[in-house]
Structures are given as structure tokens and as C-alpha cells.
């Protein structure tokens, strides 16, 4: 069974800083791996996601994420974290189809300090 | 494109009731997935209807149900409410690819 584990329940970081999301995945085969944001009381945004190739990924919003197989990760980084980054982030797996049901972690909240 | 929508935005229940959600998909999307999301934690898929069958089910008992239609909406419906189905309900569409997710419905069971 897939699994995502975000071991990092909250962060806090200064505006200007950089920024590390942690997620490992268990999966028995080549993953999809997304990573989401929720705003409170919104819904999911799609930050960036990983099917094949190139294992740094370019997202919206500033956002990057490394795919690395050997560690079983895909962590989220940024260089200079803005105070409009707060919000919850959540990583994610999908089987097969990237269509397919996804598996996600429990999300890391990140506090921005001005 | 007005992206996934889903109704109502709140509602209230009481326990042992029926509800119904629901959802209208991304423009052109014809796969829709909903997911159960508790307070503090991570989003858990329920289930996936494709050509208005459901494809795939997540662990969760037969008081759920769905429904989708053939213009591709779909519908949630939870029996014999329980307090712990206090929940946002997020609904997603696809086509190929990602997954696009409404703004949810907020569930609460008293």
C-alpha cells in the first residue's frame, strides 16, 4: 500500500528566508508525487508534480521539488519565502494513472515571521 | 472556465440524517474523485466515478455512496450520520493527469 509521511507538522520561517518541506513516499513502483497548498478554509492548489524525467521540478508560485528515488523523497523547496506562503502543504502519491486516487501526507503548516 | 464547484458550501446535520454533495467538474473533465478531509489532517480519497461507474474505492464503509451523471457531475451521499463524519468534503476532476479540486463542502454532524 502507498504511503506519504510529512514529518514536519508545523514550521516557522522569517520572510526572506529559504524554505524545506520534507515528504518520503512509499510506493512499489514509480510514483506520481504531487504537492498541494490549502489557504484556511479553501481548497487544494496544485504546486508542482512529478511523472517522469527530469527529477527537479519547477512549479507555480517560486516553488521547486527534488524527486529522489534512492531516499524515497520529493521535498519541497523555495529560496525566499514570502508572507503570503502561509498556508498548509500537502504531499501527495498517486498510483498508475496520474488520474488515480491519491495518497496524501498530513501536511505541514508553514508559519511566516515577518 | 469556472474550474470544480461544489455544493453547498456548509451545512449542518444531525446525527442518524442523510446528506447529499455535490460537484460539477472542471469544463471537459469526465473523471471525478471525492475525498474525505478531517480537521488537522490530510485529505483521504473515498472514491473515483468514471463513465458513471465507480472505478476505485478508498477504505471507507458502504454509508457512502456516489452517483455520476452523464454530463459528468457527480454526487456524495453519506447515510446514518455519525459525529466523526465532521469533515470537508473535496471534490476532484480529471481528465488525464491532475487532479483539480473544488473549494469543498464543510460537514458538520451534531
Known amino acids: 500500500a502507498q504511503s506519504v509521511t510529512q514529518p514536519d507538522i508545523h514550521i516557522t520561517v522569517s520572510e526572506g528566508a529559504s524554505l524545506e518541506l520534507r515528504c518520503n513516499y512509499s510506493?512499489?513502483?514509480?510514483?506520481?508525487l504531487f504537492w498541494y497548498v490549502q489557504s484556511p478554509g479553501q481548497g487544494l492548489q496544485l504546486l508542482l508534480k512529478?511523472?517522469?524525467?527530469?527529477?527537479l521540478v519547477q512549479g507555480i508560485k517560486g516553488f521547486e521539488a527534488e524527486f529522489k528515488r534512492s531516499q524515497s523523497s520529493f521535498n519541497l523547496r523555495k529560496p525566499s519565502v514570502h508572507w503570503s506562503d502561509a498556508a498548509e502543504y500537502f504531499c501527495?502519491?498517486?498510483?498508475?494513472?496520474?488520474?488515480?486516487?491519491?495518497?496524501f501526507g498530513g501536511g505541514t503548516r508553514l508559519m511566516v515571521k515577518p | 472556465d469556472a474550474g470544480v464547484t461544489q455544493s453547498p458550501t456548509h451545512l449542518i446535520k444531525t446525527r442518524g440524517q442523510q446528506v447529499t454533495l455535490r460537484c460539477s467538474p472542471k469544463?471537459?473533465?469526465?473523471?471525478v474523485s471525492w475525498y474525505q478531509q478531517a480537521l488537522g489532517q490530510g485529505p483521504q480519497f473515498i472514491f473515483q466515478?468514471?463513465?458513471?461507474?465507480?472505478?476505485q474505492r478508498g477504505n471507507f464503509p458502504d454509508r457512502f455512496s456516489g452517483h455520476q451523471f452523464p454530463n459528468y457531475s457527480s454526487e456524495l451521499n453519506v447515510n446514518a450520520l455519525l459525529l466523526g463524519d465532521s469533515a470537508l468534503y473535496l471534490c476532484?476532476?480529471?481528465?488525464?493527469?491532475?487532479?483539480?479540486f473544488g473549494p469543498g463542502t464543510r460537514l458538520t454532524v451534531t
Open positions: 501527495a502519491v498517486g498510483a498508475g494513472n496520474a488520474g488515480n486516487m491519491l495518497t
Open positions: 512529478y511523472f517522469s524525467g527530469d527529477t
Open positions: 469544463s471537459g473533465h469526465d473523471t
Open positions: 510506493y512499489g513502483a514509480t510514483p506520481y
Open positions: 466515478y468514471y463513465e458513471e461507474e465507480e472505478r
Open positions: 476532484a476532476s480529471s481528465l488525464w493527469g491532475e487532479q483539480y
